[in-house]
């Protein structure tokens, strides 16, 4: 866990990461969580919810954290990314050094 700064912290867990981002105010009265990676993080925001005793949103549905919905809302989005990673072309090594020199 990194925790360097008071109004930001970073938990990585398996392959995945939350960053819970806090503000400044004290006492805290909201905060966001950045969550990347695969359902193992899902599992843990719904546990730190339940403990909590909150109640979060699923920024990508505009609804709240529940996990059912939470795991389709995922498995959505995760089926996208997938395919537009397969589609995927990298561009020509040689348009890159054009680039590179372009830039410079």
Request: with cysteine; proline share 5%; aromatic share 12%.
């Amino acid at each position: 866990m990194e925790f360097s700064d008071s109004s930001w912290a970073a938990v990585t867990i398996g392959d995945s990461s939350i960053e819970f981002n806090m503000g400044d105010e004290d006492p805290c009265q909201s905060f966001m969580l950045r969550v990347r990676g695969g359902p193992d993080a899902l599992v843990a925001v719904s546990k730190l919810l339940t403990y909590l005793n909150l109640r979060g949103i699923d920024m990508q549905t505009s609804r709240f954290f529940e996990e059912p919905e939470v795991e389709a809302s995922f498995k959505k989005w995760s089926d996208f990314r997938d395919s537009a990673i397969a589609e995927y072309q990298p561009p020509h090594t040689r348009f890159l050094s054009w680039l590179k020199s372009v830039l410079r």
